[in-house]
């Protein structure tokens, strides 16, 4: 069957529909039990998945692939494994409310290049939990691996219990026929992951979708913090897979005071600071002007890698490309997005300096997603949150990893970081198994006695104002 | 394992109470073979508590075989109806 055609989109959506069906009759226990054997599948191919994303897109590290296999898999499972997400969830008998989860139907993930394994791992642990059938669309780039992934998890899956057709998978893929899937009536949700244009996309089909937005996540090394310690936080950070993660730092913001020991702890790193000759040849090669995007062909490759295609002289051990900046926006490439050892660094005079310079880095295109503080006064970091407009905001830990969950903080785990509306997102929570359930709630009667005792003829005197009003509905004596 | 009843073309099919793939795929071919000998079909879903996708499927291949006019679905229970909904059957069971 050609796979652009209508009917293999009626025929996945057809599947999907049918396992939906048969997944709503499955108990907690059931599920349970299908979760666990995809996690248990998952995690013992983590390695081959990683070799076979890192060849196949030829991006990032597969030793770090690995981890973020494993953080898809056994993280996640520890995350959700105890939650309930079958029938009656929670009752509350002074309130009344008594909450029911139901599965929300077919869903949609698409899957990005940068982390296609794990992100798929995650999207079939969270789908299968909620008992919703999932089918996997992946970038271009990272098709086989995406499979083999999605063949790995069903195979477990059914021998588990799981319906025919729970999850399935996209072995070619072209636009027309994801916006096809993406506007099929009979699709219940997109968990879209990935570039801009493919998140508006999503947005715009008319069916309910979950997405991410791009990230610019500055990092501020405020003049308390341990600075060996936070350079080395960031540098593991950002060197891990080559930079992929969106909630890898891209700027350091750092005071005057502490300027020489911050640079001598990256450099000692083997961080090489770049002067304006190499910031301009770096900038011709990660930056794509025409399309105001970092250039695809340099995301997730090594700093000596960009280095040698800029033509900037380092030394094969050369882990990081630091690019000293005065300004922020479309005059300095370098302080947007780049998914790759390339950092943007600012040197500033006060605190006030510094929260300005993150505040507008944080709008240069990373509104919503994540910002990082390294700092040990509480005041400060109180201070430099509520200006931050981020669905998470990382304290003293490395923001690929810290964004994500569970390694460094109580987050929940999850590969998809919600970024709020000013990312055109509908939430800013780390999206998990609890956003794909819908929740019934039973309102059982509950007499307002307040409202019952209250003279409901002083809504009609305008004499009474809201003040006056309150208090006597308040009134208890 | 299924229970027919059959009269002037009508036939009427009688299941078990759980209808798993494993289940289906032992009776598929003996009622297909039914289906096609005769005009009008029922499912009567009387004690069946389980509704496997692959049955579904047959439902499916039913209807497209015999036109909606001639095949129908009965004595569901609420937790059956629900899974013939949410699989798109709402007409043949409302």
Redesign the interface.
Known sequence: MNVNDNNYVEMIMQSATLASAEFSQLNQEQTDKIVRAVTEAAFANRVRLAKMANEETGIGKWEDKVLKNIVASQFVYDDIKDEKTVGIISENKLTGITEIAQPIGPVLAIIPVTNPTSTTIFKILISLKTRNPIIICPSKKAIKCCAETAKICYDAAIAAGAPEGCIQWLETVSREQTHALMGHKQLSLILATGGGSLVNAAYSSGTPALGVGAGNVPVYIEKSADIDFSVQQIFTSKTFDNGTICASEQSIIVERDSDERVKEAFKKRNAKFLNKEEINKLEAVVYDKNKNLMNGDIVGKSAKFIADLAGIEADDSISLLIAELNEVGDNEPLSSEILAPVLAYYVVDSFVSAVNRCIELNYFGGIGHTASIFSNDQEKIKEFSLMMNAGRIVVNTPSSQGAVGSLFNKLAVSLTLGCGTGGKNITTDNVTAKHLLNIQRIAFRRDNFKFDKFDKSLYFDENYDLNKVEFEFHKNF | MLNYKEENQALEVMFPSKLD?NACMAFESELIEKINSSNTVIFNMDGVE?????F??IC?KTIQQKGKENFKIENLTP?TK???M???FSDMVS
Request: hydrophobic share 55%.
């Open positions: 793939t389980f509704i496997c996708s692959f579904l499927r499916l937790t629900k899974v013939f949410i699989a798109g």
